[in-house]
């Protein structure tokens, strides 16, 4: 079973410009999550969706990060205008459902540097 | 609200030395409890989890008991690996409409030979 691919795995930006990165969750998980995790920190969950319905946004910056799921499956990030302090890691995660006990899948992450 | 804290890091073991990790957590309702480890260059993964107190979660040698009379889920194994050098994180989820997965700040773990 393939995992949660994530890309790119690298984007170098400098301030101001636009950035978007893009998940595609396993197959048949329906709950996917994007989270941002800074240096030394643990990841903090932006939002979430089930199928292509965002249950959970509260903790998304929407004046510059925006996110869909367009037909339940993939899923898109993006930030406009980047600042500085945006550089960090994006991971994107799915799990067939959305108990308490359920197991996320992580995907490997994209690490954003905006200069 | 709900938090995970987890020792101060990074931790140095040799091969072989027997390994803890403490896990204390708070918590407005029942959690469940979960390590995820992350190896270089790659996405977390889960180690192992547990759903109830008193609850043992194992794999790969590594085990972690749920005690809810002291609010922690410390992870142990008796005899570490070089391939186990990694960042762990503890972390815990407590069901409700808008439940989410809080992350303690993960420690490194390094084994040399």
């Known amino acids: 079973e393939a995992g949660v691919v994530q890309s790119p795995r690298y984007k170098i930006i400098e301030k101001k410009q636009p950035v978007a990165f893009w998940c595609n969750p396993i197959?048949?998980?329906?709950?996917l999550y994007w989270y941002l995790q800074n240096l030394g920190q643990g990841p903090e969950l932006l939002i979430r969706?089930?199928?292509?319905?965002?249950?959970?946004d509260s903790q998304l910056p929407k004046d510059r990060f925006s996110a869909e799921r367009l037909k339940g499956v993939d899923s898109t990030l993006k930030i406009q205008p980047a600042e500085l302090g945006d550089s960090a890691v994006y991971l994107c995660?799915?799990?067939?459902?959305?108990?308490?006990?359920?197991?996320?899948?992580f995907g490997p992450g994209t690490r954003l540097l905006v200069l | 609200g709900n938090s995970v804290t987890q020792m101060e890091g990074p931790v140095t073991l040799s091969e072989e030395a027997f390994l803890t990790i403490n896990c204390t957590y708070t918590?407005?309702?029942?959690?469940?409890l979960f390590w995820y480890v992350q190896y270089p260059g790659e996405g977390l993964q889960l180690l192992l989890k547990?759903?109830?107190?008193?609850d043992k979660g194992s794999n790969k040698g590594f085990e972690a008991t749920y005690r809810k009379e002291t609010t922690s889920f410390h992870l142990e194994k008796g005899s570490v690996q070089v391939s186990d050098s990694a960042v762990y994180f503890c972390?815990?989820?407590?069901?409700?409409?808008?439940?989410?997965?809080?992350f303690g700040k993960g420690i490194t773990l390094s084994v040399r030979p």
């Open positions: 995660a799915s799990s067939r459902g959305n108990g308490a006990s359920e197991t996320q899948y």
């Open positions: 197959s048949g998980h329906n709950t």
């Open positions: 969706y089930e199928n292509e319905e965002a249950v959970d």
């Open positions: 918590a407005t309702g029942y959690p469940s």
């Open positions: 547990a759903t109830k107190a008193d």
């Open positions: 972390a815990l989820r407590v069901a409700g409409a808008n439940s989410k997965l809080t």
